[in-house]
């Protein structure tokens, strides 16, 4: 492939000064239009647009942007995008063009989330956080009975097997912080084995070569995802939603799982109905967290709300300090691969739906 160098990027969303810098010393031409209104009359220039997760604002077609190379979106998510004319257009082209997500930068919060979270649930620190702060009380052991005894114990991490549902960026980062705490890590994907990461990767995270999991399920085998189920003392879901994923956890599985599980959701939140989780929570999970719901948002009558044994987040896990000087760099990093004959990081695959 020849190599060739991107002189111009359209930027279409708000950014830092900072990464907004680092992007006009790294191409010769920035055009910066954060409100997504760009003049009609750059258009024929572009060769990289810079947008959200819903796609170029105010671009329908590849006739308007005759020199474009790549579109890079900021978020993780390309469900939105995929609905989008113009990225429609590209996914169904011959490969010429490129979209990718900001896979990646997300490392650097959600996974923390995800820990914070399973340690929040294991200590019951919410309850005892809220009666402290509304009652303004010492609250007694006996407050927080469970299956092992009348008074409140404090369940560690050691020695548990944390059930990682999708292992991507998110699941890798994640089965790195767990292994700390002495969790045996296993994982699903919808190979059954381990690959290599060749997406963005932040420095010092993740799990590159696939080899924390101390066993790989096949999703997509029933009795593979089965077993893996039934040994996750701790499933941590973080799948896009693809025509695969939706609703893929039903009660027949959640039943898998084993008593006093915890399930953590950081994916989408149509992986499983609140009904299926309603009925998780009433039968043998000790309890969940979830940054994603079904629908989003909640309804604000929704019985989920005030499950004792539930805490709801508002799908912000993602908001991560950073964020946008992160997604710059990666955009940068692609546009050097480009440059140099190699493929953008995290490009969208349109079979697989991100």
């Known amino acids: 492939m ?21 992007l006009r010393t790294s191409v010769a031409t920035v055009h910066y239009h954060p409100d997504g209104n760009a003049p009609k009359h750059i258009l024929p ?24 190379r790549h579109v890079q979106l900021s978020t ?24 990718s997500s900001a896979s990646g930068i997300h490392a650097a919060s959600i996974p923390n989330y995800c820990v914070a979270m399973v340690i929040n649930l294991l200590h019951r620190l919410d309850s005892q956080l809220y009666i402290g702060r509304t009652e303004r009380r010492w609250a007694a052991s006996e407050e927080f009975p469970s299956r092992a005894g009348p008074n409140y114990v404090a369940r560690g991490l050691r020695g548990k097997t944390a059930g990682l549902l999708g292992y991507g960026h998110l699941g890798r980062e994640t089965a790195r912080l767990l292994q700390a705490f002495g969790v045996n ?6 190979s059954g084995k381990a690959t290599v990461d060749d997406g963005f990767i932040l420095p010092g995270t993740g799990d590159r070569e696939g080899t924390i999991p101390s066993t790989y399920y096949c999703s997509r085998d029933a009795t593979a995802f089965h077993e893996f189920l039934s040994r996750s003392q701790i499933l941590i879901c973080s799948l896009p939603s693809t025509p695969q994923t939706v609703m893929m956890l039903g009660k027949p599985e959640m039943d898998l799982l084993p008593e006093d599980a915890i399930f953590i959701n950081v994916g989408r939140g149509d992986l499983l109905s609140s009904d299926t989780l309603m009925h998780a929570l009433n039968t043998n999970l000790l309890g969940a967290a979830i940054d994603v719901t079904d629908p989003e948002p909640l ?43 190699g493929l953008a990081f995290n490009a969208v695959n349109v079979n697989k739906g991100y």
């Not at 220039?45 to 819903?54: A, P």
């Not at 604002?57 to 590849?62: A, D, E, R, S, V």
């Not at 890590?185 to 919808?190: D, E, F, G, L, T």
């Open 76 to 99: 993780s998510g390309v469900e939105k995008a995929l609905g989008h004319s113009l990225v429609k257009e590209i996914m169904q082209g011959d490969g010429r063009i490129s979209i």
């Open 299 to 341: 309804p604000t009558d929704h019985p989920l709300w005030s499950h004792p044994n539930l805490l709801i987040t508002p799908h912000l896990s993602g908001d991560a300090e950073g964020e946008k000087e992160m997604a710059t760099e990666l955009l940068v990093g692609s546009i050097r691969r480009m440059e140099s004959g």
């Open 185 to 190: 890590i296993i994982a699903a994907n919808s």
């Open 2 to 22: 020849a190599h060739t160098t991107i002189t111009t990027v359209l930027v279409l969303l708000p950014l830092p000064s900072s990464a907004l810098a680092h």
């Open 45 to 68: 220039t572009t060769e990289v647009i810079f947008c959200s997760w819903s796609g170029p604002p105010g671009i329908t077609t590849l006739a308007e942007v005759p020199r474009l």
